[in-house]
C-alpha cells in the first residue's frame, strides 16, 4: 500500500471477491430473516391485528410498514427489535469482511471465513456498544434540556433560570449535533475498525473522534467516493445479472413446448418478490438494473402442484440472486472501509496496521527462543546435579 489517496481507488478490486460477497449475502439472508420474522409478528400481533394469508399475499418475504399509514401501536417494539437484529448482523458480517481484507493486504490470501466470523463476533461489543453509548449519551443531554425547559415554567424563577443558563444550555445542544455527528461516522466506519483492529468499546470511539477531528476532509471525500463505488457496483453487476436472466428465461423458454410450464414458473417465482413502489424514477432504475425483469404481476398464474412449487423455488432464488447483487455493494463498502481506516491511522498516527503479523511472529519467535533457553538452562543444571552427586559418591 501506497498509504494515500490512491488506495482508496482499490477498494471495487478488493471488494470483489467470492469469499467477501458469500460473507456478505450471508449477512442480509440471516438479517433479513430474523427482520422478516418480527415484522410478521408485529403485523399480526399489532392494532389491526392482520391474518396471516392477507398478510403474505400484501408482503411476500419482506413486509415494510409505512409510517403514518401502518398502524402497530404497541407492536412497533417488535419491528424495531427486528430493524436492530439485521444492522447488528450485518455489522457483523461487514467487520468478518474488514478482517478478510486486513489479512489480504497482510499477505494472507486463504485467511478462513469462519475466522473472520468468529473473530468479528468476539467484537460484537465494540461494534454494537459503540454507536450505543453515543446514543445514551444524546438522549442523556436531551433529557437535561427538558428538564431546563421544565424548571422554566416556575413563574418568575424559572424564567430567570432560563435567562442566566441560556448559554451553557446553546452550547449543549450544539455539542449533541456534534455528537450527532460523530455518531453517524461511528455507525459507518466503527464495524471496520473492531474488525481491523482489536479494539474495545473506548478504542472504537477513540479512533471514530480521532479520524473525524484529525482527518475530517480526507474521511468525508473518501466515504463519499466509497459510497459511489459501492453503488455503481451495485448497479453494474445488477445489470449483467439482468441480462444473465434475460437470456436464461429465453434459453428455458426456447425449446419449452406449447404447455406454457415455463412462463408459469417463471411469472410465479416473479410474484414473490416484493412490489416495487408505483414511482416513476424507482420503476425505470429497477426495470434496467434489478434482477427481474418486470415489476411483480398482481395476480398468481394457475398451474398444477408442480409447477406451483417451482415457482416457489424460483421465487426463493430470485432472493438470493438478489442478495448476491446487493452483497458485491457491501463487499465494496466494507473494503473500502478497511482501506480508509488503514489509510487514516498510517497518517495521524503513523502506525502501520499491516505490521502487526511482523509483530506478532517476532514476539512468538521471542517467546519460543526464551522457552528453549530456559529448557537448555534446566538440562545444564540437571547436568550439573549429576556431577556433584557422582564426585560425593567418588
Given at each position: 500500500m501506497k498509504f494515500n489517496f490512491t488506495d482508496?481507488?482499490?477498494?471495487?478490486?478488493?471488494?470483489?471477491?467470492?469469499?467477501?460477497?458469500?460473507?456478505?449475502?450471508?449477512?442480509?439472508?440471516?438479517?433479513?430473516?430474523?427482520?422478516?420474522?418480527?415484522?410478521?409478528?408485529?403485523?399480526?400481533?399489532?392494532?389491526?391485528?392482520?391474518?396471516?394469508?392477507s398478510l403474505w399475499q400484501a408482503c411476500r418475504y419482506i413486509p415494510i410498514p409505512i409510517i403514518g399509514e401502518t398502524h402497530f401501536g404497541w407492536a412497533w417494539t417488535l419491528w424495531i427489535l427486528g430493524l436492530a437484529l439485521f444492522v447488528g448482523v450485518n455489522f457483523i458480517s461487514i467487520g468478518a469482511?474488514?478482517?478478510l481484507t486486513i489479512e489480504q493486504l497482510r499477505g494472507d490470501e486463504f485467511y478462513e471465513i469462519t475466522d473472520a466470523v468468529k473473530y468479528s463476533m468476539k467484537q460484537w461489543k465494540a461494534v454494537m456498544l459503540s454507536p450505543l453509548v453515543l446514543m445514551i449519551f444524546i438522549a442523556s443531554l436531551l433529557v437535561v434540556g427538558f428538564v431546563c425547559g421544565l424548571i422554566g415554567r416556575i413563574p418568575y424563577a424559572g424564567q430567570l433560570f432560563a435567562g442566566m443558563f441560556f448559554l451553557p444550555v446553546a452550547f449543549g445542544a450544539i455539542f449533541i449535533v456534534y455528537l450527532g455527528i460523530v455518531l453517524l461516522v461511528s455507525l459507518i466506519i466503527g464495524p471496520s475498525i473492531a474488525g481491523s483492529s482489536e479494539s474495545d468499546v473506548f478504542d472504537t470511539l477513540f479512533e471514530v473522534f480521532s479520524c473525524l477531528n484529525d482527518q475530517t476532509w480526507r474521511l468525508i471525500l473518501w466515504e463519499i467516493l466509497v459510497g459511489l463505488f459501492a453503488i455503481i457496483g451495485t448497479l453494474v453487476l445488477g445489470w449483467i445479472v439482468k441480462q444473465g436472466l434475460v437470456l436464461m428465461e429465453w434459453g428455458c423458454g426456447f425449446w419449452a413446448g406449447p404447455r406454457g410450464w415455463w412462463d408459469i414458473i417463471w411469472t410465479r417465482g416473479i410474484c414473490y418478490?416484493?412490489?416495487?413502489?408505483?414511482?416513476?424514477?424507482?420503476?425505470?432504475?429497477?426495470?434496467?438494473?434489478?434482477?427481474?425483469?418486470?415489476?411483480?404481476?398482481?395476480?398468481?398464474?394457475?398451474?398444477?402442484?408442480?409447477?406451483?412449487?417451482?415457482?416457489?423455488?424460483?421465487?426463493?432464488?430470485?432472493?438470493?440472486?438478489l442478495f448476491f447483487v446487493i452483497a458485491y455493494g457491501v463487499s465494496i463498502w466494507s473494503a473500502g472501509q478497511t482501506l480508509i481506516y488503514t489509510v487514516l491511522v498510517k497518517m495521524k498516527d503513523e502506525k502501520n496496521l499491516l505490521e502487526k503479523i511482523e509483530e506478532e511472529f517476532e514476539e512468538e519467535k521471542i517467546e519460543e527462543e526464551t522457552t528453549e533457553k530456559k529448557i537448555e538452562e534446566h538440562k545444564e543444571e540437571e547436568k550439573h546435579d549429576k556431577d556433584k552427586e557422582k564426585e560425593k559418591k567418588h
Open positions: 482508496i481507488l482499490r477498494a471495487p478490486r478488493i471488494g470483489f471477491s467470492a469469499k467477501k460477497i458469500w460473507v456478505a449475502t450471508l449477512g442480509l439472508l440471516i438479517g433479513t430473516v430474523l427482520y422478516s420474522i418480527l415484522t410478521y409478528c408485529a403485523y399480526i400481533f399489532g392494532e389491526i391485528g392482520w391474518d396471516l394469508t469482511i474488514s478482517k418478490l416484493p412490489a416495487i413502489p408505483t414511482i416513476d424514477w424507482i420503476e425505470k432504475v429497477v426495470s434496467r438494473v434489478a434482477p427481474v425483469l418486470i415489476i411483480a404481476p398482481p395476480t398468481w398464474s394457475t398451474g398444477n402442484w408442480a409447477e406451483i412449487v417451482g415457482g416457489f423455488l424460483v421465487g426463493v432464488s430470485f432472493y438470493f440472486i
